[in-house]
């Protein structure tokens, strides 16, 4: 039995419009990241839970789409952003001006890693809801991993608004295709 999970991508913050990484930075939702949240709520229906990263973005996007249904929602730390080291809170402009030529941070966390703790979360989430329709608000990096264990090539990951769903479904212990 299939499980669908809607996975978005939390609403907007000052740093997202600032075009800053964020990782595991904590910055809230501005106010057009919660009128997001709030188009997000009007666009999901029948849902049987919501789980949240535990970043202040996507926790406080889901607490705005789960007062508008009724819907509890449950933080996964599992389901954060991918650490990015010494890169958090810099423009693509500053990084490429401190750190000349890289292509990579040099702490924080692999995509790799990341994509391995969000994937296990996802399936355990899929596991708790058979045949369910679950929210899961995350960020645009887990996104892309959810993109990868269905199979598609990583250079083809999507790349979300801030609000935006990407639809996956999960059959027995793999993420079977994703829309």
Do not use: C
């Not at 740093?15 to 904590?26: E, I, L, M, S, V």
């Not at 849902?47 to 973005?57: E, N, P, Q, T, V």
């Not at 935006?164 to 027995?172: M, P």
């Amino acid at each position: 039995m299939a499980t669908t999970l809607l996975i978005a991508r939390h609403g907007e913050t000052d740093w997202n419009r600032a075009r800053r990484w964020q990782g595991h930075a904590d910055p809230p939702l501005n106010d057009f990241g919660r009128e997001q949240a709030r188009a997000l709520a009007a666009t999901v229906t029948e849902i049987d839970a919501i789980y949240a990263s535990d970043l202040a973005r996507a926790r406080q996007t889901a607490e705005i789409v789960g007062a508008e249904h009724g819907v509890p929602v449950r933080v996964e730390p599992r389901l954060r952003e991918v650490d990015v080291g010494e890169w958090s809170g810099l423009t693509n402009d500053e990084i490429a001006e401190r750190f000349p030529g890289a292509t990579q941070w040099t702490d924080g966390e692999t995509r790799e890693a990341m994509g391995e703790r969000v994937v296990a979360a996802l399936l355990e989430i899929a596991a708790a809801h058979p045949g369910g329709r679950v929210l899961v608000v995350t960020h645009g990096g887990p996104i892309g991993a959810a993109w990868v264990a269905a199979g598609r090539a990583f250079e083809e990951r999507p790349r979300p608004a801030n609000g935006q769903v990407q639809k996956i479904r999960v059959e027995g212990n793999r993420v079977a295709g994703i829309d």
